[in-house]
């Protein structure tokens, strides 16, 4: 798919796709387990445009100052492509504070059903904006980490770097 451009980033290599207004429609690390699947999910959407000028530049910088500490939220436009049921749980992504952690369970729950963990996990699991949309906030019900596309020691290393995981 032509489009994704890498950004070197301090947290590692991500790629990053654009729409045609400039948003970010994808945001991976280049080892994310589901990358391939996500990116041909965007193909069948559409063409990936050209980032705006200054878009990947400011998008790295915003990253930067993420992973030293010195950024809590993220100034990037962002346009999301899912089922309704995954725009609602990646709403709710949106709403963990920096810092925070929920579990499957609670997000379920915030949803309306409890029993929703297994359907709160998969569509985690499609997020196609990581870090932007911060699914690696979203733990297990005993506080394990679990289920991080990007892989658990990247997971663990988000949330230190945000003060949610202590020791």
């Given at each position: 798919?032509?489009?994704?451009?890498?950004?070197?980033?301090?947290?590692?290599?991500?790629?990053?796709?654009?729409?045609?207004?400039?948003?970010?429609i994808y945001l991976g690390f280049s080892d994310?387990?589901?990358?391939?699947?996500?990116?041909?999910?965007?193909?069948?959407?559409?063409?990936?445009?050209?980032?705006?000028?200054?878009?990947?530049?400011?998008?790295?910088?915003?990253?930067?100052?993420?992973?030293?500490?010195?950024?809590?939220?993220?100034?990037?436009?962002?346009?999301?492509?899912?089922?309704?049921?995954?725009?609602?749980?990646?709403?709710?992504?949106?709403?963990?504070?920096?810092?925070?952690?929920?579990?499957?369970?609670?997000?379920?729950?915030?949803?309306?059903d409890p029993n929703l963990s297994r359907a709160?996990?998969?569509?985690?699991?499609?997020?196609?904006?990581?870090?932007?949309?911060?699914?690696?906030?979203?733990?297990?019900?005993?506080?394990?980490?679990?289920?991080?596309?990007?892989?658990?020691g990247r997971k663990e290393r988000l949330l230190?770097?945000?003060?949610?995981?202590?020791?």
């Open positions: 798919m032509t489009g994704i451009h890498r950004l070197d980033t301090s947290l590692g290599p991500v790629q990053v796709a654009f729409d045609q207004g400039g948003a970010v994310h387990e589901f990358r391939d699947r996500l990116l041909a999910k965007l193909a069948r959407l559409g063409p990936v445009a050209a980032p705006p000028a200054g878009a990947t530049a400011g998008l790295r910088e915003q990253l930067e100052a993420y992973a030293a500490g010195r950024r809590t939220r993220f100034e990037v436009p962002i346009r999301l492509h899912g089922s309704p049921f995954e725009q609602r749980v990646w709403a709710e992504l949106q709403r963990i504070p920096f810092g925070e952690t929920r579990s499957y369970g609670q997000l379920a729950a915030t949803l309306g709160v996990g998969r569509a985690n699991g499609a997020n196609p904006i990581s870090i932007l949309v911060p699914c690696h906030r979203v733990i297990g019900a005993s506080g394990s980490l679990t289920g991080y596309a990007g892989g658990l230190r770097l945000e003060g949610a995981l202590r020791g």
